[in-house]
């Protein structure tokens, strides 16, 4: 069974320093990995999404993920934290990509301080 | 292109009674998705659609739910017998089964109280 953990329900950062959001997943499979971002009262919006191709994606908002094997993580940065940055995250690991359903963590609240 | 969209938004009612709510998919998207998200939780999938046909529920779903897809466009997601344990926000997703256009993309939700 698929799961993804991720570390800190709440993250504060200053605003223009990095921003750095943890996940760690486990699957029987090569992993299909992906990173939503929830603001307040709206749905979920994809930023990033790693399909077994290269191992550093880029998403939306400058945001980016690395793949790493090894450590059974893919977590989330950005070089410099925007106050619109704030809001819900969420990780996310299916089998089949995003064809089938999606095992999401319980997600990280990123606050921006001025 | 108007997003997926689901009707209510908001949703209160007395515990025993049944709620219906509505999700309408990107135009053309032959997936359709179900989750449940609780306060300070991740969504966690209920059922999918792949046109009419309903491909998997989970667990989660008791006998007290029930959703469908009669025309492989919109679904509903029907609860009976309201429990205070049935709420949350229900969110429909939808994607296209084809190639890499697997991003599954969200409504607004419907945030169900009952009370």
């Known amino acids: 069974a698929q799961s993804v953990t991720q570390l800190g329900s709440h993250v504060s950062v200053s605003e223009g320093a990095l921003v750095l959001l943890r996940c760690n997943y486990s699957s029987s499979v090569p992993p299909y990995l992906f990173w939503y971002v929830q603001y307040p009262n709206q749905g979920l919006q994809l930023l990033l999404k790693y399909t077994s191709a290269a191992t550093l994606v880029k998403g939306i908002n400058g945001f980016e993920a690395e793949f790493k094997k090894s450590e059974t993580s893919f977590h989330l940065t950005k070089p410099s934290a925007h106050m619109s940055d704030a809001a819900e995250y969420f990780c996310?690991?299916?089998?089949?990509?995003?064809?089938?359903?999606?095992?999401f963590g319980k997600g990280t609240r990123l606050s921006v301080i001025a | 292109d108007t997003g997926v969209s689901q009707d209510p938004r908001h949703k209160i009612t007395k515990r025993g009674q049944n709620v219906t709510f509505r999700c309408d998919p990107i135009?053309?998207?032959?997936?359709l998705y179900w989750y449940r998200q609780t306060l300070g939780q991740g969504p966690e999938f209920l059922t999918y659609?792949?046109?009419?046909?309903?491909?998997?529920k989970s667990r989660l779903l008791s006998d007290r739910f029930s959703a469908e897809r009669p025309k492989g466009s919109f679904s509903t997601l029907e609860i009976q017998r309201t429990e205070q344990g049935d709420s949350a926000m229900y969110l429909c997703a939808s994607n296209l089964l084809a190639g890499d256009q697997d991003t599954q993309y969200f409504g607004p939700g419907t945030r169900l109280t009952v009370l």
């Open positions: 659609f792949q046109n009419e046909a309903q491909l998997e």
């Open positions: 996310a690991v299916s089998d089949g990509g995003g064809n089938t359903p999606l095992v």
């Open positions: 135009s053309e998207h032959n997936r």
